[in-house]
């Protein structure tokens, strides 16, 4: 990777960084798993210095397996092939349902609580039982079966997680594509997985509007034939939905035809549970895959201590199951310790801004989870909304996804907390499986904007971006890389091992390269900095450049682009493209272009501005220096640095390498609005 590419973002406001303490144990309220720093660290270390005692304790103790294990960890994870508990079977369904529904029938699993404000559900660990296994039997009739791929594109309802969960009971290796892609990225995953089922809605609901699932999937189908059975969930009953029988069959029809229990396929410990696309430096989205056994300790044992899961606790992530953050934290983890989730299928702000916080009230929920994105945009619409729900049931309060300013922290520790939870700013991604970096609640000081400390079992080291050198000590800022295995992490790509091990093990040798930028700081706390490759995070949504720009040049009319991350108020960053035209194409077309974007990718994706410039600023070479692009469009150089050269160089560092020096000023002059 070049050092041009290599910034690191700046650092936040750090005026606000007081240490929190942790919160004292309420009446009523359960005493946390861990309860002091030591005792954390006393953990923290004998995972390193042990990690097959600490971790082949653990997956003893938290999960069932139906055959043990007899080794722990094996391999060489910085060559990309090391294993966790060999020989060990067990089943992840069985995980997240049987062994509770045997125990506890009548125990609510998951509480849906849809688009229409005061409508909810409870379903119990029997039903859900029933329910996956009648799904699962669907999914056998058709031929599903052991390692097959299967697509998932659902709304937020209850049948998603059947959906995934029946996958696991059969073995089948689940793919969700996130239900606000377009009709060409699902099917660009489609093909690459080689998905033979797909299993979506009519349509789904989110804040009041309509979103035409099926109607999208059969685009996407048009261009996939390797799918041959769709099976649809009727959520509104839409007479208009197109159905093409006898491709397609309603999943209530098929349920009702089945035997509401079907066994657990037996898995071995590294066979595939599911494979999760997600952006990188390249345009072709990639399959992460994760293995059964170690993601499934790795989530199970993260929801246990970091959200500090106790009986009779209500978790709510208020992520969408399309993401890691929802597979993880609204499925496998809460489900595999037993514990009540919560699949909310609105937005915070429908119909006000008070839906967070009414269903914290009316579902008692202990711990919540959602992404700074939404904290921020919540904390401008008013305290109001938060005031007048009763929130004493809630112990911790986490973030995800980006990193949280100071003033969001603030505002989610003093308005929604009273000043009484624990905030969890919890540090992972798709490829981690599961937390990596967070404070320990009833255990570690926290300090506003930090992530605070590794998860036991992770060992991080900051690298100089350029030279690779460990920065050792305080006070270092570099990137974020990982020195040792730990099972949760991804084991591959699906079907391009080569690029699993070009993205995350080549590039710093010896060392797992997360992409992230981070500081330790003088207390060896970890503050993550943003992303250093080409990814950029809109709402914790997390996008490659690379992909938004092949969508753009496939407009007839955009010769090349650049696209880039500004900072933004709400959504973290925002996307905006630079684009040259072809030549007899002029005029106006960044509307056209942004709909371009929307149709390749998603609306999620929408850029926020579309620039069209005579020419990209790029090196004698052709690079484009995306450096230029991020300053001027950070608007941090203005007309005035224009004016001397040395102005320029004190903002913009050495031009000498740009081909046409002249195009920095024309672009400055668009975002100062002069042209
Ligand atoms: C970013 C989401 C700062 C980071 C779980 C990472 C964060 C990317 C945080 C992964 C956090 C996630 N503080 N940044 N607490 N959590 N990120 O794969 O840049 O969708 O690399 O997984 O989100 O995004 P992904």
């Known amino acids: 990777m070049a050092a041009d590419d290599m910034d690191i973002p700046a650092p936040q406001d750090s005026a606000l960084t007081a240490l929190y303490a942790p919160k004292p144990v309420r009446p009523g309220h359960p005493v946390p798993h861990i309860t002091s720093l030591e005792e954390y660290s006393e953990r923290w270390k004998r995972s390193l210095a042990e990690?097959?005692?600490f971790f082949g304790d653990l997956a003893k103790k938290l999960l069932s397996w139906s055959r043990p294990f007899d080794v722990v960890s094996f391999g060489d994870f910085t060559a990309g092939n090391v294993s966790w508990f060999l020989n060990g079977q067990l089943n992840a369904c069985y995980n997240c349902v049987d062994r509770h529904a045997l125990t506890t029938p009548e125990k609510i699993a998951i509480i849906w609580d849809s688009d229409e404000i005061g409508v909810h559900r409870s379903i119990t660990f029997g039903e859900v039982l029933a329910e996956v296994s009648r799904l699962a039997n669907v999914l056998k009739a058709y031929g599903v079966g052991k390692g097959d791929a299967v697509a998932v594109y659902m709304p937020m309802v209850p049948e998603a997680a059947y959906a995934m969960l029946a996958c696991a009971r059969i073995g089948a290796i689940h793919s969700v594509v996130f239900a606000g892609f377009s009709a060409d990225a699902l099917r660009d995953r489609i093909l690459d997985a080689k998905c033979k089922v797909l299993l979506t809605a009519d349509q789904g609901k989110r804040g009041g509007k309509t979103i035409h699932l099926k109607k999208i999937a059969d685009e996407a189908l048009a261009e996939a034939p390797c799918v041959e059975k769709v099976i649809v969930f009727r959520?509104?009953?839409?007479?208009?939905?197109?159905?093409?029988?006898?491709r397609d069959v309603y999943w209530d029809e098929e349920v009702s035809k089945q035997r509401p229990y079907c066994p657990c396929e037996p898995m071995v410990s590294e066979d595939p549970l599911f494979m999760l696309y997600t952006s990188g430096?390249?345009?072709?989205p990639k399959g992460v895959l994760h293995t059964t056994a170690g993601y499934l300790l790795g989530v199970t044992a993260t929801t246990k201590y970091v959200f500090d899961l106790h009986e009779g606790d209500v978790h709510g992530c208020m992520a969408d199951v399309g993401w890691i953050t929802g597979h993880s934290y609204i499925l496998y983890g809460p489900l595999s310790n037993g514990v009540t989730t919560?699949?909310?299928?609105?937005?915070?702000?429908?119909?006000?801004?008070?839906?967070?916080?009414?269903?914290?009230?009316t579902h008692k929920i202990t711990s919540f989870y959602t992404a700074p994105t939404a904290i921020r945009a919540l904390r401008r619409l008013g305290d109001e909304h938060v005031a007048r729900y009763d929130l004493s049931t809630?112990?911790?309060?986490?973030?995800?996804?980006?990193?949280?300013?100071?003033?969001?922290?603030?505002?989610?520790h003093d308005i929604v907390g009273r000043g009484r939870c624990n905030i969890v700013d919890t540090y992972w991604q798709t490829e981690t499986g599961s937390i990596i970096v967070t404070p320990m609640p009833g255990a570690t000081p926290t300090k506003p904007g930090s992530a605070t400390l590794p998860f036991f079992g992770i060992d991080i080291a900051v690298l100089d971006p350029t030279t690779g050198q460990e920065l050792a000590g305080n006070?270092?800022?570099?990137?974020?890389?990982?020195?040792?295995s730990f099972p949760s992490v991804a084991r591959s790509i699906y079907n391009d091992h080569a690029r699993f091990l070009d993205t995350y093990l080549n590039p710093y040798k010896g060392y797992y390269f997360s992409g992230d930028g981070v500081t330790r700081d003088e207390d060896g706390y970890y503050w993550i900095r943003g992303r250093v490759d080409d990814v950029i995070n809109v709402a914790g949504h997390r996008l490659s450049t690379a992909e938004i720009e092949s969508a753009l040049i496939l407009h007839p009319a955009c010769a090349e682009a650049a696209v880039i991350g500004v900072p933004d108020e709400v959504t973290g960053q925002a996307i905006v493209c630079f684009c040259?035209?072809?030549?007899?194409?002029?005029?106006d077309i960044a509307a056209a272009l942004k709909a371009q974007v929307r149709t390749h990718i998603g609306p999620f994706a929408t850029p926020k501005r579309v620039v069209i410039t005579p020419e990209l600023p790029k090196t004698r070479s052709g690079k484009i220096m995306r450096r230029i692009l991020r300053k001027v469009a950070g608007l941090e150089?203005?007309?005035?640095d224009l004016e001397t050269e040395d102005g320029l160089r004190e903002k913009l560092g050495d031009l000498t390498t740009l081909a046409e020096p002249g195009i920095v000023a024309v672009l400055v002059k668009i975002f100062a609005g002069r042209t």
Do not use: C, H, Q
């Open 51 to 53: 990690p097959n005692a």
């Open 235 to 246: 959520r509104t009953n839409d007479p208009s939905v197109p159905f093409t029988s006898p």
């Open 281 to 284: 430096s390249t345009g072709k």
């Open 342 to 361: 919560v699949m909310f299928e609105s937005i915070p702000t429908y119909p006000n801004a008070g839906r967070y916080w009414d269903l914290v009230d």
């Open 394 to 412: 809630l112990r911790t309060l986490g973030s995800v996804g980006e990193p949280i300013n100071p003033e969001a922290w603030l505002w989610y």
């Open 475 to 484: 006070n270092v800022t570099g990137v974020l890389a990982i020195r040792n």
């Open 580 to 587: 040259t035209l072809k030549a007899g194409d002029e005029g």
């Open 637 to 640: 150089v203005t007309e005035k």
